[in-house]
């Protein structure tokens, strides 16, 4: 499989707005596809005390690692971008593609595609070709609808979440004027104006912690706290279905969902963490979480997915 090489940010820039002038499109998608808000609508969240224009978005994957696939998440409205997971081990000879998507999705772990110092790049290009498209004016934005947070996502311990090169990363995205500055520089002449916009340095200050199904509800805590107290980051943590227990967990996943080829080993539930640990952990690091941070818990999309299929009947205590 030949290696991901990203786009360099000036041909990017130039095919942008190229295309947008000659097709009225932007990475092929027409402009009359994308959306750009309602007038009449306020579609408006708040995520961790920041605006954003609209609550929907991709969650971290392949499709938000390269600039251009953030740019088009972007363009289709999404204003809470979960970018995609990054760990210290990022030389992986992984078979590709990591994730098979037909009806059920199944992801092959420890996928990582880019270097830590391609990933702050490639969210650092998107960051500013967004700033280049509002500016542009050659969008029909509907006022407010500008507002983008861009969430970090890293995982998946606590030795590579410490380590010197994670930690060189969630500071690089907090502070991200050296790369500005070079990527300033790669703008083609023929937009040159662009150039002296005031692009954000700052590209994200929120993270969203991602670990493997049987990681110890302890470590769980201290990434967490380390990321609240060490890094001064506000702090998602991402739990998994297990929490819910062996019999409700495959209750709704094959009777209520119909998934029967998914089959959930009883392992995988005395490994992970279970509900009453969760519960102990979020109020711990809810004491844990300062002025300028905050924690939440999100339970993924699965979980919420289990959720919403049990509460018809009322057999999920809240």
């Not at 499989?1 to 097709?23: D, I, K, Q, T, Y």
């Not at 971008?81 to 994730?99: G, N």
């Not at 009883?266 to 979480?289: I, K, P, Q, S």
Request: with cysteine.
């Amino acid at each position: 499989m030949s290696p991901l090489r990203p786009c360099p940010f000036g041909a990017l820039v130039r095919r942008s707005f190229r295309e947008l002038e000659r097709n009225r499109s932007v990475f092929d998608l027409p402009i009359d596809r994308a959306f750009f808000g309602h007038p009449d609508v306020d579609l408006s969240v708040r995520f961790h005390g920041r605006r954003a224009a609209s609550p929907f978005g991709p969650a971290a994957g392949p499709q938000s690692q390269l600039a251009q696939n953030i740019v088009l998440s972007w363009l289709a409205g999404g204003r809470i971008i979960e970018l995609k997971t990054v760990q210290r081990d990022d030389e992986l000879t992984i078979a590709r593609p990591c994730i098979d998507m037909q009806t059920v999705g199944f992801n092959v772990e420890w996928s990582q595609e880019l270097k830590l110092e391609e990933s702050i790049e490639e969210y650092v290009k998107a960051s500013m070709l967004v700033e280049m498209l509002v500016a542009s004016g050659r969008l029909p934005l509907t006022p407010g609808f500008t507002d983008v947070v861009f969430d970090m996502s890293v995982g998946y311990d606590l030795a590579g979440i410490r380590s010197d090169r994670v930690r060189a990363f969630l500071d690089g995205m907090r502070e991200a004027g050296a790369v500005v500055d070079r990527l300033r520089r790669e703008i083609p002449a023929e937009h040159a104006a662009f150039r002296d916009l005031p692009f954000s340095t700052r590209v994200s200050d929120t993270v969203t912690l991602s670990t493997f199904h049987g990681c110890p509800p302890a470590e769980i805590e201290r990434i967490a706290g380390f990321l609240l107290r060490d890094v001064g980051v506000d702090v998602i943590v991402k739990l998994n279905p297990m929490l819910l227990g062996p019999a409700e967990t495959r209750r709704i996943l094959h009777d209520r969902l119909g998934y029967h080829d998914i089959r959930v080993p009883d392992r995988a539930f005395e490994r992970d963490t279970t509900w009453a640990e969760m519960t102990d952990l979020v109020g711990r690091l809810g004491g844990d979480a300062h002025v300028g941070t905050s924690v939440d818990v999100l339970v993924d999309v699965v979980v919420e997915q289990l959720h919403q299929a049990g509460r018809d009947q009322g057999e999920i205590d809240q």
